[in-house]
Structures are given as C-alpha cells and as structure tokens.
C-alpha cells in the first residue's frame, strides 16, 4: 500500500489512476479483513473488545492530530504530492514495526516461561 500512495499522485491518466486504485484496494481490504483476526490471535477472544477499543480510541486521537498536521505541510508546500508522501511514510513506519512483532511475541512467551519456573 505504501508504493500505491507514493505512485499516485504522479498519475495523470485516468487509466493509470485506476492501475494504482485496484491495488490499493485490495491491500485496504486485505488489511481490514484481518484487523479483528489478528488482534483476537495475538490478545485473545476475551480482550477482544478492550483492545478493539483502545485501538479505536488510540486511532481517533491520531487521526484528529496527523490531519491537521499534513494539511499544515500541503499548504506550506502547496503540494499534495509532499503531503500524501508523508502519509505514506507513516505507513512504511507501521508496516516496519509490524514486522518486529515476532520479536515481540518471542519476548513474551520468554517471559511467561520465566514466570511459570519462578525464575522472575
């Protein structure tokens, strides 16, 4: 998804607007799709809703935030090209650090070994 945002705004043909769209669609709903399934895999079906929740209230405070702040940088660069760069950006920067999340779930399941031995 993050190529599709950079790609986009350099398109001029409606042809090309859409070759983008198509796969930006289909990663959108990929990545819709699994939201649920992968917060109920990683947390469990009893904190489903606690952390749907946080996750929604965390998403709402950074949406009003980040808005307004990449419309700032569009008008200060007059470039809509600049903005939705950044915005990209921010989605490389989470799609890095979902790939650290193995290490994160190695890190806990260590723990919890650890706490079962009583060596904690």
Same mark, same amino acid.
């Given at each position: 998804? $993050?190529?599709?945002?950079?790609?986009?705004?350099?398109? =001029?043909?409606?042809?090309?607007?859409?070759?983008?769209? $198509? *796969?930006?669609?289909?990663?959108?709903?990929?990545?819709? @799709?699994?939201?649920?399934?992968?917060?109920?895999?990683?947390?469990?079906?009893?904190?489903?809703?606690?952390?749907?929740?946080? @996750?929604?209230?965390?998403?709402?405070?950074?949406?009003?935030?980040?808005? *307004?702040?990449?419309?700032?940088?569009?008008?200060? @660069?007059? @470039?809509?090209?600049?903005?939705?760069?950044?915005?990209?950006?921010?989605?490389?920067?989470?799609?890095? #650090?979902? #790939?650290?999340?193995?290490?994160?779930?190695?890190?806990? =399941?260590?723990?919890?070994?650890?706490?079962?031995?009583? =060596?904690?």
């Amino acid at each position: 998804m $993050v190529s599709t945002a950079l790609v986009f705004p350099w398109m =001029t043909s409606l042809w090309g607007m859409l070759a983008v769209m $198509v *796969p930006w669609g289909i990663g959108l709903s990929i990545n819709l @799709s699994l939201y649920n399934v992968v917060m109920v895999q990683l947390m469990g079906i009893e904190n489903l809703s606690k952390v749907f929740g946080a @996750s929604k209230l965390i998403s709402g405070i950074l949406f009003i935030i980040i808005g *307004p702040i990449v419309g700032m940088i569009r008008d200060a @660069s007059g @470039s809509y090209v600049v903005a939705i760069s950044i915005l990209a950006g921010i989605m490389g920067l989470s799609f890095i #650090l979902w #790939l650290f999340m193995p290490l994160a779930i190695m890190y806990d =399941t260590k723990i919890k070994r650890q706490q079962c031995n009583g =060596t904690v």
